[in-house]
């Protein structure tokens, strides 16, 4: 027995999918196989609890309310910026900004960092790896402030080239902007290394963990980035919530992003001052349901051994390329030195499309297309992939049937 | 290249309804799906411009629509094999037909009476439905 096989035995897969009630589904007269948690996760019972119980206890507006209803609701809801502060190791909570999720994240920073700091001639470097949210935020706020942003090149085996951004850094790059993981390939980028780079110029790092938090603990102060986001959904918590950390010196220098109430100090009509972190960039009223969602998320992954739940998914992806070998025409893109669970794929005569159709039918869900990610897939030459990515529920007995589709995906064609 | 393709002609939207019928499994519905797609003619590689393609983020459709004695005339291609099959079964309802024939034509009914209203639905990302709405508005200027 490998060492792998014998982690996986600890970590009971089982057990967390009775966790998931959405899972216990048949889609088109088949059990459903999710097999689609880089897009979002689903939800453990006790993350829709915590939402319902919140609206059928405590929901009031936060931050404001002299009632107990505000009191309880505001409790939780700093609780869960706590949670978060802590799953991240940051220093303090105040570094912790509510969002929507990366993409609001991108472009809070892009808006208010990156409007006062850019400079005409400025560089903003962006590995061909990235999701279209972390690259074209940059690419409007560059344009109105006459810097640009250039792709790092990416190796076939879907690295980035650290040669090639060796040789592009200089002191006119001003930040360094990739994600933790990709979306698309699976590619564990090494951003501590990258981190180390780009500080050696001066530059600035923002990390998008949207496809890592999932996956292992984080710690924003050995990492030494600048910024890190995150969003809720993809961890097991509500869509629609998410959140940003920064450097406190950066996010007090920073001005507002959105104007309203809960951000501000005072207001007058000769002038407005701005209320301290976090609250300087959360104007109106915030997703309060999501946060508290978020926390119970935080939690419930907190729970779990998650040094075993990370090699339990190493073991499925091994697993899925040792049963992949055995398949004429089928073919991954990219071949990372680390990855996660994620098989981004091709099938040689059936397009992708064709084939996340045909697994569907089998009640087997992947993601197909460019994956949000079109300069990657350029980069390749290929129309989009299929995508299988796996989380904390999926199970060997998953990735057969994903091979079994696959195989009659292809006589379907043959 | 109206005399080379079936659908509109020979396969009518009501062959394909009764030959669907038969098939029990799903890999015998897709199979067939497939085998008509494979039934369209080749549009020409001059054809696949930017104004004939309707982007899908799944898949990619072109279409050539020509109005012929009062009757449309319509060439599609898809890179993917089932929704090049799925557009087969939409020309064998609305090519060579009549504008007034087209705008007549509940493609909805149809694709559910096909059990295929999932691929019709806006959400998914196979142009499908993009180059429905084409055809019927070239159907309404004609």
Known sequence: MTAATALTQAFDAAAVRADFPILQQEVNGHPLIYLDNAATTQKPNAVIDAITDYYRNDNANVHRGAHALSDRATQKFEAAREAVAAFLNSPSSRQVIWVRGVTEAVNLVANTWGRSELREGDRVLLPYLEHHSDIVPWQMV??????????????????????????????????????????????????????????????????????????????????????????????????????????????????????????IETVSFSGTTFNTLPFKFEAGTPNIAGVIGLGAAIDYVQSLDRA??????????????????????????????????????????????????????????????????????AHYGVPGTARASYTIYNTREDVDALMAGIRKAKALFG | ??????????????????????????????????????????????????????RGCQSQVWIDTALENDRLQISVDSDAFIVKGLLAVVLAAYNNKTPAQVLAFNVDEYFEQLQLLNHLSPTRGNGLRAMVARIRQIAEAS
């Open chain 1, 142 to 263: 560059c344009a109105e402030t006459g810097s640009s942003v250039e792709p790092i090149p990416v190796l076939e085996s879907g690295d980035i080239d650290l040669d090639a951004l060796d040789s592009m850094l200089d002191e006119r790059v001003k930040m360094v902007a990739l994600n933790h993981v990709s979306n698309a390939l699976g590619t564990v980028n090494p951003v501590q290394q990258i981190i180390g780079k780009a500080k050696a110029v001066g530059a600035k790092v923002f990390i998008d963990g949207a496809q890592a938090v999932a996956h292992w603990p984080l710690d924003v102060q050995a990492l030494g980035c600048d910024f890190y986001a995150f969003s809720g959904h993809k961890l097991f918590g509500p869509t629609g919530i998410g959140a940003l950390w920064g450097r406190e010196e950066l996010l007090d220098a920073m001005p507002p992003f959105l104007g309203g109430g809960e951000m």
């Open chain 1, 308 to 377: 075993a739940a990370a090699a339990h998914e190493q073991d499925l992806l091994e697993y899925t390329l040792a049963l992949a070998a055995d398949i004429d025409g089928l073919s991954r893109v990219g071949h990372p030195r680390e990855a996660v669970g994620i098989y981004s794929f091709l099938l040689a005569g059936c397009h992708p499309s064709d084939v996340g159709m045909l697994l569907d039918q089998q009640g087997i869900a992947v993601r197909t297309g460019h994956h949000c990610a079109q300069p990657l897939m």
């Open chain 2, 1 to 54: 290249m109206t005399d080379t393709n079936p659908f509109g002609h020979s396969v009518s939207s009501e062959d394909i309804v009764e030959t669907l019928g038969f098939f029990d499994a799903w890999e015998d519905r897709y199979k067939y799906i497939i085998d008509l797609g494979k039934e369209l003619p080749a549009m020409d590689d001059a054809l696949h411009t930017e104004e004939r393609l309707v």
